[in-house]
């Protein structure tokens, strides 16, 4: 008998092994749901299939006679609106801010212990505060997510930059490179796929702001639709929701993981025999 | 031999707090020649090497490039190859040579354009061909073997026709086989080119072979209550003009074994 060390699955087994967990969360709950029901037919806390596809019919699918919109959709995008902006603001500070505090010791001196201060602040509890000073639009929304990833990813890509072998930046030097020349050909495009990671690790810390925005103070937006239904206990939409901002999340992840290695093969390329 | 001096170390000190590493360096590197430095860990090898780049500037004393005092920075007049990392991940075998051509042609935009930037590939080309890389231009440096990564770092260096060449252990991590390879390979270019080699390294047999000049580094005192507090210095320069081949003095022969 081999060990258990040695013993690896194959493709297929890989693909039921991957699946399996997923699956029997799902038979799990058919299960709790129809026990349930079986003694309360008007059990709101895990509705049936049935009454969940009625849900999604509705949100999904059937423009809200009030607005005239489809809500899922609706909601999907003013949330994404959100997330996009505050990533492209909070990546564009991370990657100029990462790349200065990695290389200057200067900027590192001056910039460090703010950026390593500001980083420890719970997001959450600045909340109120960027209501009072931004209001309740879309701008407090988009600050809460900026300022709740930025710091951690500036910290993680300047570490990254830092940690560059310094034999690279002394042979650049030697080759004539001037310090805008390093930063420009050899810390940037070593420092973007590590971008990459670190925002891919950022995405659901900025779902958890985005959703807590939107669940305080907002008339659209999908966290403001699961808290609203929550109020009438409405688990049939609360729960397709939840499903579809985790699909959105996966999506965007793998979305990150192609970009990185279409657009940098050397850092995934084979490595010699 | 009267060739001129290139670099030329006169009572230099390297200390830090009141720890010296480096004491009373006083020697000049002829233009042209091949300096081996050899010695145990520890005995400022390195820091004599950093002193050369730029990377650290004497606490006492001048280093001399060419009769000018050296910049405490590294610059294009002083090339390099480590022992590891000495090559950009991120660039093609190709593009890591034209880099040092854009460094110079393109400040701003570090990149070259339409015919400049033909002339520096077919320039960077050539001298790939020389240290045997032809059929390496477009491949990425991790898939490269040991070997050829030094290969592709001392082309990246030569591109720029530095004054001197610095090796920190090149071959160190390479196998016996592909050693010997790179020794054929320096001699050849250090001939053809005309180069002024300093090379750092833990195989006194290859200090011998390479060098025309050994020089070893080591405390000339030592005190046993704060070791510290002496200093390495070049204690033996062995001239090797007639390059005897596996010529190892017996004062060195202790040192060998030491680090082998």
């Known amino acids: 008998m081999r060990r258990l060390l040695n013993a690896s699955p194959q493709a297929g087994g890989r693909l039921f092994l991957g699946l399996a967990p997923i699956l029997a969360m799902v038979f799990i709950y058919l299960l709790a749901s129809s026990a349930r029901h079986a003694e309360n037919p008007t059990d709101r806390l895990l509705p049936p299939v049935g009454q969940i596809a009625a849900a999604v019919q509705t949100m999904a699918f059937e423009a809200d006679p009030r607005t005239g919109e489809i809500p899922l959709v609706a909601d999907t995008v003013a949330s994404l609106k959100r997330l996009a902006v505050a990533i492209v603001i909070a990546t564009a500070t991370t990657l100029l801010l990462g790349l200065m505090l990695g290389l200057l010791?200067?900027?590192r001196a001056g910039l460090g212990p703010f950026v390593a201060t500001v980083s420890v602040i719970p997001p959450i509890a600045m909340l109120p505060i960027l209501f009072i000073v931004f209001g309740l639009g879309e701008t407090a929304?988009?600050?809460?997510i900026v300022v709740g990833i930025t710091p951690i990813m500036v910290r993680?890509?300047?570490?990254?930059?830092?940690?560059?072998?310094?034999?690279?930046?002394?042979?650049a030097q030697t080759l004539g490179a001037s310090t805008w020349l390093v930063t420009l050909r050899v810390a940037l495009p070593q420092a973007l796929p590590r971008l990459i990671d670190t925002l891919?690790?950022?995405l659901c810390p900025a779902w958890v702001y985005l959703i807590s925005a939107e669940a305080i103070a907002s008339d659209v937006g999908l966290g403001y639709r699961i808290f609203l239904v929550r109020r009438y206990l409405a688990m049939d939409v609360i729960i397709p929701y939840v499903v579809w901002i985790s699909l959105l999340a996966v999506a965007m992840d793998l979305a990150l993981v192609a970009l990185s290695r279409a657009a940098f093969p050397w850092a995934h390329a084979p490595k010699a025999a | 031999m009267a060739a001129p001096t290139a670099l030329s170390f006169?009572?230099?000190?390297v200390e830090y707090g009141d720890k010296i590493v480096l004491?009373?360096?006083?020697l000049d590197v002829a233009e042209g020649s091949f300096v081996s430095i050899v010695g145990p860990s520890g005995a400022g090898k390195s820091t004599f090497l950093r002193l050369t780049l730029g990377q650290e500037a004497p606490s006492r004393g001048r280093v001399l490039l060419d009769g000018e005092r050296l910049r405490a920075e590294p610059g294009p007049d002083r090339g390099v190859v480590f022992q590891r990392y000495s090559v950009f991940p991120h660039m093609s075998a190709l593009d890591n040579v034209v880099f040092g051509l854009e460094c110079a042609r393109a400040p701003i935009l570090g990149r070259l354009f339409g015919a400049a930037r033909r002339a520096a590939r077919d320039e960077a080309a050539a001298m790939l061909a020389q240290v045997g890389l032809t059929d390496a231009l477009d491949v990425y440096p991790r898939e490269l073997s040991g070997g050829m990564q030094q290969r592709l770092a001392i082309a990246q260096a030569l591109i720029k026709r530095p004054r001197i060449l610095l090796l920190d252990e090149p071959f160190g991590a390479l196998d016996p086989g592909v050693r010997l390879d790179m020794h054929a390979l320096i001699t050849e270019l250090w001939r053809d080119h005309g180069?002024?080699?300093?090379?750092?390294?833990?195989?006194?047999?290859?200090a011998f072979k390479l060098g025309t000049r050994v020089l070893a580094f080591d405390k000339r005192r030592r005190d046993p209550q704060a070791p510290h507090r002496y200093g390495s210095t070049a204690v033996y320069d062995f001239p090797l003009d007639d390059k005897a081949p596996g010529a190892v003095p017996a004062e060195l022969a202790p040192l060998a074994v030491v680090e082998e």
């Open chain 1, 156 to 171: 993680d890509l300047a570490l990254h930059v830092g940690a560059l072998p310094q034999e690279q930046l002394v042979k």
């Open chain 1, 141 to 144: 929304k988009i600050v809460l």
């Open chain 2, 195 to 206: 180069l002024t080699i300093l090379m750092v390294t833990h195989d006194i047999k290859e």
């Open chain 1, 105 to 107: 010791p200067y900027v």
């Open chain 1, 200 to 202: 891919r690790l950022s």
């Open chain 2, 10 to 13: 006169q009572d230099v000190w």
């Open chain 2, 23 to 26: 004491e009373k360096v006083t």
